[in-house]
């Protein structure tokens, strides 16, 4: 399984990506308060916060040293049932359909204008043809959604392309 990737912005100056541990090693040296930073979730598109203060984080519950965390789901007990007979058990199955969803191509990924426009929503609000980005945006018109955002900082049109699963190559 991967790990959840970030990407940290200072204004619209894109200065990182990598994983929480990674973005907070190499983000520390600006101070636990960095004016401007912002960081959002490459899996979601929303604003998340890092720990720059150089303390450790409290340990989480589960089995930190393999990522686990326990949650409750709610499933119906046909559900149960079918996964109870997949090789592994349950827990096993939901991580193999988990993993294969995320697998997925980001163009089939139904959330990607989602993640998109949280981003955007956070960053680019106030830029010129913001409107019109999301509307081609959940229109499905890569091509108007890159042409939206014609004249924006290169970082953030960029990523917001990326998380839309367009990527700055295909627009």
């Not at 907070?24 to 979730?41: I, M, Q």
């Not at 969803?101 to 426009?117: G, I, K, L, Q, V």
Request: proline fraction near 8%; avoid cysteine.
């Amino acid at each position: 399984m991967t790990e959840e990737t970030f990407t940290a912005f200072q204004g619209t100056k894109r200065l990182a990506s990598g994983t929480r541990g990674s973005l907070e090693t190499d983000l520390a040296p600006l101070g636990p308060h960095p004016e401007g930073l912002l960081v959002f979730s490459d899996l979601t598109g929303r604003e998340t916060d890092l720990n720059l203060s150089g303390t450790p984080a409290p340990a989480p519950r589960g089995r930190p040293k393999m990522g686990v965390k326990a949650r409750e789901i709610t499933l119906l007990p046909r559900h149960w049932d079918w996964l109870a007979g997949q090789r592994g058990g349950a827990s096993a199955a939901l991580r193999r359909i988990v993993d294969d969803a995320m697998n997925a191509a980001p163009s089939d990924d139904p959330r990607a204008p989602d993640r998109a426009y949280r981003f955007l929503s956070a960053i680019a609000g106030n830029l010129p043809r913001f409107e019109e980005a999301i509307r081609a945006l959940y229109a499905g018109d890569m091509r108007g959604f890159a042409d939206a955002m014609d004249g924006w900082p290169d970082d953030l049109r960029d990523h917001a392309l990326t998380l839309a699963g367009a990527g700055p190559q295909n627009a």
